[in-house]
T-cell receptor
């Protein structure tokens, strides 16, 4: 069974630009969560999507948004990039059905660098 | 919202030594608890989990963790570490379907 796939692996952008990251969950998984990992703040929850709906949201500004498609693939968008957005962005998937809080399976992440 | 505290961010020990990593959480409701491990250059992997039942949970690679509800703790242990256990270890709490992670423990095992 293929794992969680994130593309691209690396991105370099400049301040003010916007970026879209992609995540393909494990086959059969319907829940996709996004996390930001930085040395200072550690792993922080961004949002979770289930059946194309945002089911949960962390404490990030509105510049961070996401969506989920009918095949459970998810995209995350960050607009008006700031230097502080440089981080590893991780995607995790789980079955996410009626029994919530299932173990999540992580991808390798997208390393975003802002110049 | 839930939060997680991990102490002793950097741990250095020799092979065959015992390892214990502390994890304390705060959350008012029912929680599920996890330990994840990130080996150098690899993605986060689930080490073990606690949902309910026996508070002593056994995971992969000889790791175990004990859930003590009265202390809001979920400490990770391994009786005898190997060089291959060098990694970063994260405790996580899942309440209301969002994972809250601790800052992690960087563990280095010296051969």
């Amino acid at each position: 069974k293929a794992g969680v796939t994130q593309t691209p692996r690396y991105l370099i952008k400049t301040r003010g630009q916007q970026v879209t990251l992609s995540c393909s969950p494990i086959s059969g998984h319907r829940s996709v969560s996004w996390y930001q990992q930085t040395p200072g703040q550690g792993l922080q929850f961004l949002f979770e999507y289930f059946s194309e709906t945002q089911r949960n949201k962390g404490n990030f500004p509105g510049r961070f948004s996401g969506r989920q498609f009918s095949n459970s693939r998810s995209e995350m968008n960050v607009s008006t990039l700031e230097l502080g957005d440089s981080a590893l962005y991780l995607c995790a998937s789980s079955w996410g059905g009626p029994r919530k809080n299932q173990p999540q399976h992580f991808g390798d992440g997208t390393r975003l660098s802002i110049l | 919202a839930q939060s997680v505290s991990q102490h002793n961010h950097h741990v250095i020990l020799s092979e065959a030594a015992s390892l214990e990593l502390g994890c304390n959480y705060s959350y008012g409701g029912t929680v599920n608890l996890f330990w994840y491990v990130q080996y150098p250059g690899q993605h986060l992997q689930l080490l073990l989990k606690y949902f309910s039942g026996d508070p002593l949970v056994k995971g992969i690679k000889g790791f175990e963790a004990e859930f003590i509800k009265s202390k809001f703790s979920f400490n990770l242990r391994k009786p005898s570490v190997q060089w291959s256990d060098t990694a970063e270890y994260f405790c996580a709490v899942n309440g209301n379907n969002r994972l809250a992670f601790g800052k992690g423990n960087q563990v280095v095992v010296i051969p």
